[in-house]
């Protein structure tokens, strides 16, 4: 099954086949795991997140819905989700985004693994987030990846709210003009 | 959603709020003043779905780091103990989830939508999608396939025989005639499982095959007209 489509693969895991299932895990297992890893910075807490993201996924494959957004948006929204949540739960301290591991989001620099698995709407959006002013992009991974309210990026970057506010909301909205530009070309 | 004429100071009120409204970060009556606006001003609502869209992109940048020893086993063990399905032979696996379907399919349109008979091909109802039929080799039941007027539609099948092994390929006959070669796939012990997209509507399909290396049918399912 290494060749199918994710939305095929799902829709085999949503009929029960264990096969499928085995096979959704060992094609996400590295990347929800990262997810999990990154935002949580623990890897044994990173692990119990990135299981209940697949028991969830495995569960509910019946649910997904292909029109609302690819299979690994809405695996890897899931993953996050949780994270947030266990960071939440266990009332994480603040932590520099330096020291996450999502700072190196916006290297042009790939790893070859890193090549096959991002697609190249992903190779944009890695050069967009690059062109970015690094406290937009600070603001922007702590809002969109670690899920923080513009009050708490305020308080973990020792900056007015309303700085906070427009750091995020002008980030993001370059973000957005700059890959949908690309793709209108 | 309505097209409203746009009022342009009600979109320049809520612009600075709609980053913040696709994050879910905007929170009380802020929220509740976007979300009125979005549901009348498509622009608005256009963008937001954007910015939700650009915030998703940014997951996909996440590293792929490998995870540790054994992971997938816990996964899947954890799965196993925590749905509520009791263990099922591998032999009566595949059927388990053909028996559930076909049972739908029987609720759905009556006993007389199905036709089983020893000894020759099943057919299922073709009028719901995903259909199902079973997979016979010499009258007895070897198997499942399904297929699914997805876009694109696709097909997926599981094969438990254990009497074959290695490659076999997979056919599919449509209503006009062609005949469509949609993959192949590796019998291990007997056992296997695949899915591929298919050329042309799920509903086109009037049967599947599945045909050894040497060319020689192995197996075949029938989908009703």
């Not at chain 2, 009022?7 to 709609?18: E, K, M, P, Q, T």
Request: net charge neutral; glycine share 6%; charged share 20%.
């Amino acid at each position: 099954m290494d060749d199918v489509s994710d939305e095929t693969l799902l829709s085999a895991v949503a009929y029960g086949d264990d096969r499928a299932m085995l096979n959704f895990v060992r094609r996400y297992q590295g990347r929800l795991f990262g997810l999990a890893l990154g935002i949580v910075g623990d890897p044994g807490l990173a692990e119990d997140v990135a299981q209940e993201a697949f028991i969830r996924i495995l569960r509910h494959a019946s649910v997904f819905d292909v029109r609302r957004g690819s299979v690994s948006t809405w695996a890897l929204t899931i993953t996050r989700n949780l994270a947030i949540d266990s960071n939440r739960a266990r009332r994480a301290v603040a932590v520099s985004p330096e020291d996450h591991l999502f700072m190196n989001m916006a290297s042009t620099d790939d790893a070859p693994d890193d090549v096959a698995i991002h697609s190249d709407e992903s190779q944009r959006m890695k050069r967009a987030l690059a062109t970015l002013p690094i406290e937009q992009r600070r603001a922007v991974i702590l809002a969109t990846i670690y899920g923080r309210s513009a009050a708490e990026v305020a308080v973990e970057e020792s900056i007015p709210l309303g700085t906070a506010k427009s750091r995020i909301r002008l980030g993001l909205s370059r973000l957005r003009e700059s890959t949908s530009t690309r793709e209108a070309l | 959603m309505t097209n409203r004429p746009i009022d342009d100071s009600r979109c320049a009120h809520v612009s600075d709020l709609l980053a913040d409204f696709a994050l879910g970060t905007l929170i009380g009556a802020e929220r509740s003043e976007v979300l009125a606006h979005v549901s009348e001003c498509s622009n608005c609502a256009a963008k937001v779905d954007s910015l939700t869209r650009t915030a998703d992109a940014l997951l996909e940048l996440a590293p792929n780091v490998e995870a540790p020893l054994g992971f997938e086993s816990r996964v899947m063990d954890r799965f196993r103990s925590e749905v509520p399905v009791t263990n099922i032979p591998r032999q009566s696996r595949v059927f388990a989830v053909a028996a559930a379907i076909i049972f739908l399919v029987v609720v759905a349109f009556g006993a007389g939508a199905l036709i089983g008979q020893r000894g020759s091909t099943n057919y299922s109802s073709a009028t719901s999608y995903p259909a199902s039929a079973r997979l016979a080799s010499q009258g007895h039941n070897v198997g499942q396939v399904f297929v699914s007027n997805g876009r694109p539609a696709w097909i997926y099948m599981s094969v438990d025989d254990d009497s074959w092994s290695g490659v076999a390929i997979c056919t599919v006959r449509y209503r006009d005639g062609h005949v469509e070669k949609v993959g192949q796939f590796r019998l291990s012990n007997g056992y296997g499982s695949w899915a591929a997209t298919l050329k042309s509507p799920a509903s086109q399909v009037t049967s599947v095959q599945v045909v050894g290396a040497h060319g020689h049918v192995l197996a075949s399912a029938k989908f009703s007209a």
